[in-house]
């Protein structure tokens, strides 16, 4: 079992949609969780960052962790078509290499005009 | 300000050849990550440096690939002898201690 499991999609929704975004871990001992969003052949651009349980919020991003399901979520309102791009959640604990993050597939995002 | 920059974009190579890939962090930035992203896959991690030591070498996947840093900056991911399944988006990134990563645009390799 990979320790971070996201599923791939493809997702595809219209312009002014929400969709929601998740992942589910296995080590109880990450505490930082980030989203990335990657465009086509662009590396990883970081999105979102929270520490332990509880939501942020930025603009039309939500981020939610919940650890005692091990369970992360990312909400995005009013979809806009220059959404369209992978995202990434990934997370790392104190205990492990510093900073070395655990990856999710990844899922990939088509918003339509 | 300059981000992380990557060099080749783009690398062809035949079976068996060896390759370099380059990565230039972030100026300051003292630890500095190798990652490889293969079709419909996540990050998959492969070396961690801390100024110009690695003390977490655990994602390399053969003695095939190694890699070095100088100066605490630049660094070098080699892989000798290519393999098809060499074939994925190779991605730097680089931090301060308690921050964030920010990466660079990564180097696509094609092993034919």
């Known amino acids: 079992q990979k320790e971070v499991e996201q599923d791939p999609g493809p997702l595809s929704v219209p312009e002014g949609a929400i969709v929601s975004l998740n992942c589910t871990y296995s080590n109880s001992a990450f505490q930082y969780f980030m989203w990335y969003r990657q465009y086509s052949r662009k590396g990883p651009e970081l999105l979102m960052y929270?520490?332990?349980?509880g939501n942020k919020e930025d603009g039309r991003f939500t981020a939610q962790v919940d650890k005692s399901s091990k369970y992360i979520s990312l909400f995005i309102r009013d979809s806009q078509p220059s959404d369209s791009a992978t995202y990434l959640c990934a997370m790392y604990s104190r205990g492990s290499t510093l900073g070395r993050l655990y990856f999710g597939r990844g899922t990939q995002l088509t918003v339509w005009p | 300000g300059a981000g992380v920059s990557q060099s080749p974009s783009n690398k062809v190579t035949e079976k068996g050849k060896d390759v370099e890939l380059r990565c230039d962090p972030i100026?300051?930035?003292?630890?500095l990550y190798w990652y490889r992203q293969s079709l419909g896959q996540g990050l998959e991690f492969l070396i961690y440096?801390?100024?110009?030591?690695?003390?977490?070498k655990s994602g390399l996947p053969s003695d095939r690939f190694s890699a070095e840093r100088t100066g605490g900056s630049v660094s070098t991911l080699t892989i000798q002898r290519t393999q098809q399944e060499d074939s994925a988006v190779y991605l730097c990134a680089s931090n301060s201690q308690g921050e964030t990563q920010y990466f660079g645009p990564g180097t696509r390799l094609l092993v034919l």
């Open positions: 440096f801390q100024g110009n030591s690695a003390p977490d």
């Open positions: 100026s300051g930035h003292t630890a």
């Open positions: 929270t520490y332990s349980s």
